[in-house]
């Protein structure tokens, strides 16, 4: 597996997947949520992209864009913002000293430009990607759970992709599809924890995957809600397919039947038939997360007006707490917590 990752042609799209030893279903909520906000930071610094990802209960696939641009030209200024982003800002404050004890001791230019290519080096690469995605997230899970040992079945299994319509899109549709074929639901945009779902449900970094998606195969201009009316197309259409079906690696033993799951079928007519878009209701059932997760659900002045009455139990920095749920029309409704900031613990982070 090594050597096929070392394959690559200009920018280059891979689908990698990974499992935990024995399959074990280590994955809750709260360990998907720390595993995608790990993911994205792992994203900022590296300048690979995540097209697409879904995580599952005992594995997770993800569809990686891996610019072929020489990291070298990374200003400074940018490596400093990527460290900032994957280590937090005392990581940044340590490499600035070393920068400029470097610049007043005079050190040779070679000396100086080695503090921030040891970074540059590990930038716009899979490699360095997967292994921080997967060795960060065994560090916390085994430092909460008290583990030690493996936790990973493998390194990880990767496949390059082509970057044209059928093979790229079709990837895409395999990886949300995902908790449709492990029966968990009867569409992708009900499990948050892929990229259709999070996307849908108002994610701006899962649609900026989806949107690069498009602007790689030659639609720059794409806009998120033409652009999700396609995508839902094209991936609960690739959603069909219940029945009975042969598997010989199923768990039960060679050549067991079993059903094979799917979007039923009315479903998949009554999209196909639509224009991808979704109802009102559905918008808000995919924002579900800000009605179990939000303190307070209300109008902008409601939401204010708690936070005016409460103000003594919020950071002495915190202005408003006011954000509107994303994809509601109008005015809409508000919740008094951002849930791009993660509502889990950050201990052992």
Known sequence: MAERRKLKQGD??????????DRRFIFGDEEKEWFVRNMRKIEQFTGCEVLAYCVMSNHFHVLVHVPDADTHYISDAE????????????????????????????WSAKAKAAILDQYRNRMNNLSTFMQGLKQRFSHWYNRRKKRKGTLWEERYKSVIVQGINEPLLTMAAYIELNPIRAGICDDPKEY???????????????RAGILRIFELLGFPEGTWRG?????????????????????????????????KRGIPQERIDAVLAGDGSLALEELVRCRVRYFSDGMVIGTKAFVEEFFDSNRKWFGKRRRSVSRKLPGMQGEGLHSARDLRISPISAAGD
């Open 79 to 106: 490596v400093l913002d990527r460290i900032e982003a994957m280590y937090g800002k005392r990581r940044r404050r340590e490499v600035e000293d070393v920068l400029s004890r470097a610049r007043e001791q005079e």
């Open 192 to 206: 948050r924890w892929c990229s259709f779902g999070a996307a849908f449900g108002g994610c701006k970094s899962a």
């Open 227 to 259: 652009v999700s009316r396609r995508y839902r197309r094209m991936v609960v259409g690739a959603g069909g397919g219940r029945g009975v079906a042969e598997d010989s690696s199923s768990v039960s033993g060679p050549n067991v039947k079993h059903i």
């Open 12 to 21: 280059s799209i891979y689908h990698c997947m990974s499992r935990v030893v």
